[in-house]
Each structure stands twice: as structure tokens, then as C-alpha cells.
């Protein structure tokens, strides 16, 4: 409860935002409330004071009252859903871009550990049920609950007895109410749960699709689904089921109390201790005093669902699994870069090193290559390097500055990276090159492009480099990919360039044309490159090779190759054939 109460708050610093809208749609309540609650003591009038004693001109005027609280009643209510939903869009849409930025800027760390679906229904179902409890539940509840209080008091000062009849229902209601909240907000908890994992199961299960295609895996992957599905339905039935009870209770409760105050109030009538007006009037209230009570438990189960998705989405701000950024930029670097004793382990298996005490250092156009076996820590270096994890031991050094010291930005634009996960994006090839970056003048893209031989297929494409890909990259080969996420570190100014098996993709002529283009290009830029191909950094200057996590060789490749040692065998095991 005391984690609701502090979501509700952070939810009202955005909606205080629009704090002079939301002031007029609350002064609307009171007034909706008075046209809702004149109308029934409008009847009694036209009963007692018109059709018995006859008088049609009363009558006439009173109608007239009646149709004037019906008309605004509705421009009332009309202008005030309209403001609650205008600014329910609003507080959402400052939800959705402040969480969207806020996990945008999270660490690696937090991407390893949750399924992209889930961040997905943080950023639109979970959202999207905000919007629908303060349009439709948490600001309209405190309409129904001022409705209900105005009702007992006219009622009360229409008759007291039957008033006191009515509320007698109120305290075992209370208790039935309360137990509801406690069934539906469990039930709504499950269903979001069990939505982000299905949502990360199935974009998980569709990234993987040629896989499991290829192995024959779809009814493991249907059978798991079901599980997940039949979970999700049992969840919502639960609620649907809950919901469903409560409203009949209800319902059920506001037709026993309309025939017991017929009944009662019937013998008050006959003992002239309440006129008919009365009584009419009170069948109507007692019938408007369930309707904000049907209404308040719809509602309820939607402001349940609502917290279930404001812990959901308040839990994710919460995360503060941010890089350390240091308050220092590089003014102009030299490209030195420096490992002195690092040691790495990821969060949650401390006992067991990535990296343990790795030290080199490269000067301006050196080129560094990692070799060794796969999960030997390579990779490691280059998302350390990036600032993509932090939290090791030792240091790291950009000329002479400590890496822990920089700020973000001042390291990752030094920085271009051409991963084995190819990335590409639903735009123009244009916009993938150059990544929307202005200082890219057109005639260096072309020229990057030239230089790993794409730039005749791209020109080939209806609209050349304006040609938009679809869904990233499904209208390109994989070859075709990786050769334009090359283009792109090539255009970039930054002094730095990271491969990370970068022409793992790509045939053995396109490998060549891109090696062509970078021994121009690493003459001005500090490289590291990740291989396992070792034919691809033999003309490198330093190699290092990698085993459980530790540096075991240094050196150019004749070097090595004379040392006869372990760099060597995994040189003449890959020429072997084996």
C-alpha cells in the first residue's frame, strides 16, 4: 500500500503539469453533481406541489427546470470527459517519453537481463492503462463519491428514516468492497506479469524464426506458448470473474433496497408521514445512489488494473542501472588507448572473471587485434573500452586520461564500432550511413561507401542512397548489411574503430576490397579488431591471444608464429583444415 501511495505521487507530479485544465474539469464535478441530484427533488415538486393539487403552470415551469438540469448536465459532462482525456493523452505521452528516454540510457547490464517485450508493455499496454484509469476511473471516482454524499444528504433531509434505512447497507458494503479490491489488484498483478513475458516470448520467438524453423521446433515453441497463454486467460477470467460479481452484488443489493423502501416507505405514505413525491423521489435516488456504486466498482477494478501498471512502469524508473559518467571531456585526443591490470566480472558472477589482469596500451594508427577461443573475454575489452560496463578493476586510459573520469558522450564519439550483429534501421541507406549525423557531408558517404565496394549496389536500388529498407535490413543479404554498417564507421570522424568480427559476413572479395580500404583508413585511427579468422590480422601490430579471460601471448604475428606457441597452433589448426 505504502508503494501505491508513493506511485500515485509521482503519477500527480505529471499530472500537476496540467494542474489549471485539470482544476476545470474538477470544478465541473460540483456542478455535475447539483444537475444530477436536482433532478429527483424536480419530480417531487411536480408530484406534491403540481399533478396532486393540479396546478399545470407549476408543472410547466418545473419542466422546463427538469429539461434545462438534463441539457446541462450533458455540456457539462461532454466538456469534462473532453478535458480528462485530453489531459490524461497529455500526462501519458510525458510518461511514455520520460521512460523511454530513461531506458534508452540504462547500461547494457539492464538489456541483458530483460526480454525486449517486456520493456515493450512497459512502454504501451502498461502505459496505455494510465490513460484509462484517470480518464475513466481515478479522476471520475471522485465524482461518483461527491454524488454519493450529496445523494445521502438531500435524501436525509427529504426523510431521515428512510435515509437511515438506505445507509444501513453501507458497512457490510465496505467489507465486500475491500475484499474485491484485494482479489482483482492479485488478479491484475498476474496479468501484467504474465503479458510482459509473453510479449518478450513471442518477439523473441519470431527473432529466432529461421532457427527454429530449420530444427523443427514449432511445437515446442506452440506448447510453450500455450502454457504462457493459458496462464494470461486464467489471470484475466480471474479478474473478469471478480469484476463480474462484484458489479452483481451490487445491482442485486440496489433492487432489494428499492422494493424494501417501496415497502416501508409505502405504510409512511399511508400514515401521511412522507408525501408520494417523496417516495418517488427517493426510488430515484436510492436507483442514482447504486448507479455511482455500480460505476465506482468498474472503476475500481479499472484503478486496480492502473496499479498494477503504475508499479509496473514507476519500478522501471526506479532502476538506476546507469554507466558512471565522469565530469571530464578531451579536448583534442591522440589516439593513445591504455589497459593497465583489468580485471571484469558480470554483476551476479563475481566468482567467475571475464577479464583478469589484461595490460596493453596502442599509440595513434597501431592496429591491436584479439584472438582466441570464443568466451575467452575479447569482446569484453571492446564493451569496456566503450563504456558499455563499467565496475572493473584497474584502469583504462584515453591518452592520459582515466576512462572512469570522461563523460559519456566525450568517450562514445570517439568511438565508431562495426559489431557482428549487424543493426540497421527502417529508414533511408543514407540515414543508416550516417546515422542522421549533419557533418557527414554527402560526398564522404559516397566515398565511405566506395571504399567497401556497396556503393554500386546501393546506386543500383530504386532511389539510391534514399532507398528506405524494410524492417532494418530483410530487403539486403547479410553480406550486403554488414557492408553498409562498415560504411558507416568509415564516414565517421571518430579517431577510434572497434571490429567486433566485423566481415564475419561477408565473402572473401568483399573482404578484401574492405581490408584495401581500411589500411588507408587505420593509417589515421587507433583500431582494435576482434577475429577469429586469423588470416584477417596478420598485418596487424600488436596481437594479443586470449584464454580464460587472460592475455597468454603478445606480440606481431612472426613473432608469434616463432614463438610455436599457442597463438601458433590456433594459426596452423585453422590452416590445417581442423
Known amino acids: 500500500m505504502n508503494q501505491d501511495k508513493r506511485y500515485l505521487i509521482e503519477y500527480w507530479q505529471y499530472l500537476k503539469k496540467h494542474r489549471l485544465l485539470l482544476g476545470l474539469a474538477l470544478l465541473l464535478i460540483p456542478l455535475l453533481s447539483f444537475f444530477n441530484l436536482a433532478q429527483p427533488y424536480l419530480i417531487k415538486k411536480a408530484i406534491d406541489d403540481a399533478i396532486i393539487v393540479g396546478d399545470m403552470a407549476l408543472l410547466q415551469v418545473i419542466t422546463f427546470l427538469f429539461a434545462g438540469c438534463v441539457l446541462f448536465d450533458f455540456l457539462s459532462r461532454s466538456v469534462q470527459v473532453f478535458l480528462f482525456q485530453y489531459i490524461g493523452q497529455k500526462t501519458v505521452q510525458d510518461i511514455r517519453a520520460d521512460l523511454f528516454q530513461h531506458v534508452l540510457n540504462l547500461s547494457a547490464r539492464y538489456y541483458d537481463k530483460t526480454p525486449l517485450g517486456v520493456v515493450t508493455s512497459r512502454l504501451t499496454s502498461d502505459i496505455e ?126 433492487s432489494i433496497l428499492i422494493a424494501l423502501i417501496i415497502w416501508y416507505g409505502w405504510g409512511q405514505y399511508v400514515g401521511n408521514m412522507v408525501t408520494l413525491g417523496v417516495l418517488v423521489a427517493f426510488v430515484d435516488y436510492i436507483h442514482r445512489f447504486f448507479t455511482p456504486l455500480k460505476e465506482i466498482s468498474t472503476k475500481f477494478a479499472i484503478l486496480q488494473h492502473a496499479l498494477a501498471s503504475l508499479d509496473k512502469i514507476f519500478s522501471t524508473f526506479d532502476i538506476k542501472d546507469y554507466i558512471r559518467s565522469g565530469d571530464q571531456t578531451i579536448q583534442s585526443f591522440e589516439g593513445n588507448i591504455m589497459f593497465k591490470s583489468v580485471s571484469f566480472a558480470y554483476k551476479g558472477f563475481e566468482d567467475k572473471p571475464v577479464l583478469s589482469d589484461v595490460s596493453f596500451s596502442l599509440k595513434k594508427g597501431q592496429l591491436l587485434a584479439l584472438v582466441g577461443p570464443t568466451g575467452s573475454g575479447k569482446t569484453t575489452v571492446l564493451r569496456l573500452l566503450s563504456k558499455l560496463y563499467d565496475g572493473y578493476t584497474g584502469q583504462i586510459t584515453l591518452d592520459s586520461h582515466d576512462l572512469t573520469t570522461l563523460q559519456l558522450p566525450a568517450v562514445r564519439k570517439l568511438i565508431a564500432v562495426v559489431n557482428q550483429e549487424i543493426t540497421l534501421f527502417s529508414q533511408s541507406i543514407a540515414f543508416n550511413i550516417t546515422l542522421g549525423n549533419k557533418a557527414i557531408s554527402t560526398a564522404k558517404m559516397i566515398e565511405a561507401a566506395k571504399q567497401v565496394s556497396i556503393h554500386d549496389f546501393i546506386m543500383s536500388l530504386p532511389g539510391g542512397y534514399d532507398y528506405c529498407l524494410e524492417r532494418g535490413n530483410q530487403s539486403l543479404s547479410a553480406g550486403q548489411s554488414q557492408l553498409i554498417s562498415f560504411a558507416r564507421a568509415l564516414a565517421s570522424d571518430s ?80 590452416f590445417a583444415g581442423i
Open 495 to 574: 579517431p577510434i574503430l572497434l571490429l567486433d568480427e566485423a566481415t564475419a559476413a561477408v565473402d572473401s572479395v568483399a573482404e578484401a576490397a574492405i581490408q584495401k580500404g581500411l589500411d588507408v583508413l587505420l593509417a589515421q585511427k587507433t583500431a582494435i579488431v576482434v577475429a577469429h579468422r586469423l588470416s584477417t590480422v596478420q598485418h596487424a601490430d600488436i596481437i594479443l591471444a586470449f584464454n580464460e579471460g587472460k592475455v597468454i601471448e603478445c606480440g606481431n604475428h612472426k613473432a608469434l608464429i616463432q614463438r610455436d606457441g599457442f597463438y601458433a597452433k590456433l594459426f596452423n589448426m585453422q
Open 129 to 254: 492503462s494510465l490513460n484509462e484509469s484517470f480518464a475513466s476511473g481515478l479522476v471520475t471516482l471522485l465524482a461518483d463519491l461527491l454524488t454519493l454524499i450529496g445523494i445521502v444528504i438531500v435524501m436525509f433531509l427529504l426523510s431521515p428514516k428512510l435515509t437511515f434505512i438506505t445507509i444501513l447497507i453501507l458497512p457490510p458494503m465496505v467489507l465486500v468492497v475491500n475484499f474485491f479490491r484485494i482479489k482483482l489488484r492479485a488478479a491484475f498483478d498476474m496479468i501484467r506479469l504474465t503479458l510482459g513475458k509473453m510479449n518478450g516470448y513471442i518477439q523473441e520467438q519470431f527473432q529466432g524464426i529461421a532457427v527454429l524453423q530449420l530444427f523443427q521446433q514449432e511445437s515446442r515453441s506452440i506448447q510453450r506458448f500455450k502454457v504462457l497463454n493459458q496462464t494470461y486467460k486464467h489471470s484475466t477470467l480471474s479478474s473478469v470473474t471478480y469484476d463480474a460479481m462484484l458489479y452483481s452484488l451490487i445491482d442485486s443489493l440496489n
